[in-house]
């Protein structure tokens, strides 16, 4: 999995958020119900397509949406 691939695939659903865990979990959805903001070192999975990103890490995803330009949400 990679970031971009997850994004991709969230598209292809027409979801709004997407993100990605433990280096090689991809999830999206509509609504972001609940999330609480982490520091960046929580998120220390590296991804298994690209192991140059981290991707989440153990029951912590790192969280994006597909609308604009891909990046963390707040």
């Known amino acids: 999995m990679t970031i971009e691939k ?3 695939l969230a598209v292809a659903k027409a979801h709004v958020y997407y993100g990605v865990q433990a280096g090689w979990a ?32 153990t029951l912590i995803s790192s969280v994006y949406s597909t609308e604009g330009e891909a990046g963390k949400q707040d």
């Open 26 to 57: 991809c999830f999206g959805g509509y609504v972001m119900r609940q999330a609480v903001n982490l520091s960046d070192d929580s998120c220390n999975s590296p991804c298994a397509g690209n192991r140059e990103q981290t991707c989440g890490a």
């Open 6 to 8: 997850c994004r991709s």
